[in-house]
């Protein structure tokens, strides 16, 4: 399974605990290991930024880890153009556009998305809930 991550309001700006975004993150890296991809607009239209935006506001070991592990998506438009529909993946991210949605469903994809609020302390503690569990954990 591909795993798709957002940064903002995924793992920057959000209420959750440091603590507890770190724990998703090294979740995601430990159990999917290669098929972690960044799908973000830091990372778009062939530009990785994504180092710039984590350096600093993360611990150092976890910035490196994530700057060398997570691989870069190329996408223009739409988030959705980057994504593999041809494998199973999961999709954290705190807010699709209407089309990017539109596209999920058209492929029978909208389960896929694990909608992240950015204001809930909770939010990283539950995603990791819900990753471990369509893992089959």
């Given amino acids: 399974m591909k795993i798709y991550?957002?940064?903002d309001g995924v793992i920057l700006g959000?209420?959750?605990p440091a603590g507890d975004v770190a724990s998703l993150l090294t979740l995601l890296l430990d159990r999917f290991p290669g098929k972690v991809y960044w799908l973000t607009t830091?990372?778009?239209?062939g530009a990785d930024?994504?180092?710039?935006?984590?350096?600093?506001?993360?611990?150092d070991a976890l910035a490196d880890r994530l700057c060398r592990e997570v691989l870069p998506t190329d996408w223009n438009t739409l988030?959705?153009?980057?994504?593999?529909?041809?494998?199973?993946?999961?999709?954290?991210?705190?807010g699709l556009l209407w089309s990017e949605r539109r596209v999920l469903e058209a492929h029978g994809a909208a389960d896929r998305?694990?909608?992240m609020?950015?204001?809930?302390?909770?939010m990283a503690a539950r995603a990791e809930a819900i990753v471990r569990m369509r893992n089959g954990e």
């Fill in 42 to 45: 830091h990372c778009r239209g």
């Fill in 113 to 115: 998305w694990i909608p």
């Fill in 5 to 7: 991550l957002d940064i």
């Fill in 14 to 16: 959000t209420a959750s």
């Fill in 79 to 94: 988030k959705t153009e980057a994504i593999d529909f041809s494998e199973s993946f999961l999709w954290l991210d705190d």
């Fill in 49 to 59: 930024r994504t180092e710039e935006w984590l350096r600093g506001k993360l611990p």
């Fill in 117 to 122: 609020d950015r204001r809930d302390p909770g």
